[in-house]
Each structure stands twice: as C-alpha cells, then as structure tokens.
C-alpha cells in the first residue's frame, strides 16, 4: 500500500477513490449491500464466466464478506502501511524467489512505470511480466496465468 500512496496524486484519488471511501468506518458496507452491483459494474459472466459470476454475485450480498473485503482496505490505511513504511526504511525484503504478475489492460502500468522496478525494492529475486487482461487476472485470462504460475514454480 504504501507504493500506493507515495505515489498518489488527484489522478489516483480520481479513479481509485474507493481505496479512501472503503477505509472508512461502516459507511462502506452500508453503501455496497445497498445495490452490489452497481459497486462492481465491471464484472459480466462474459467476462468470467457463469459459475465465477455467480460465485461472486452471492459474495458480494453477504454482508460478513463486503466486511472482510472493506477491513482489507481499512488495514491498508491503518497498519498496513506503517509497517510497510518502517520494513523499507529498514532495507527488509522479501528473501525467497518473488513472482510479479500484472495486468496489461488495467492502469498499473501507467501510474507506476514498470511493476517489476517496484518488487525489486521489496524483494532481492524477483521475475514477472505482465498478463494481457484487465484487472481480474484469474477470471479474463487464466491460462497465460497458470502457464506463468507453473513456469514459475518448476
């Protein structure tokens, strides 16, 4: 989180401002289980399929999972990024051999440059690339993610 918010500018509040509303105290989970979907209007079983769809669509109506999901988010505002912060002024890293994957067809790229620039300051082996879909990976594009995941892992 805390790349995240260096990094941050009115652009980023602009298009990820459900980072900071979702922080926040209760508000989140009462806005989201009021009409789901219209939260998450980037998902079609089209896109991911009709039992990913589905599975997600009676997630996203429970509301102990909407809660989980939003403590997510609180934890990255609260804790998160003070440990973040205070591993990186130490030198700590990650010591095992790191994967880095992304999506090519969402913005991370063009807020931050080359993802694998960032790992290297938190992780002393790291190797990735990114994947051609948009931000739900597993879903839009699960072969090119298992071959890289096996590759990875040989």
């Not at 209760?26 to 219209?38: F, G, H, Q, Y």
């Not at 990913?52 to 998160?80: F, K, S, T």
């Not at 190797?127 to 597993?138: K, P, R």
Request: contains cysteine.
């Amino acid at each position: 989180i805390i790349e995240h918010l260096d990094h941050a500018d009115w652009k980023f509040a602009r298009d990820w401002y459900h980072w900071f509303f979702f922080a926040q105290p209760e508000k989140p989970e009462r806005a989201i289980l009021a009409n789901p979907l219209a939260w998450y209007d980037r998902v079609s079983p089209d896109l991911m399929g009709i039992a990913a769809y589905e599975d997600l669509v009676g997630a996203l109506h429970d509301p102990a999972i909407i809660h989980g999901m939003v403590e997510d988010y609180r934890a990255g505002m609260r804790i998160d990024h003070i440990h973040e912060r205070k591993d990186r002024d130490a030198g700590r890293k990650v010591q095992c051999p790191t994967l880095c994957l992304w999506s090519t067809r969402d913005d991370l790229e063009q807020i931050y440059g080359d993802p694998l620039a960032i790992w290297l300051n938190w992780a002393s082996d790291v190797d990735g690339h990114g994947i051609d879909s948009g931000h739900h990976i597993a879903e839009e594009n699960p072969d090119d993610l298992a071959t890289a995941i096996i590759a990875f892992l040989r």
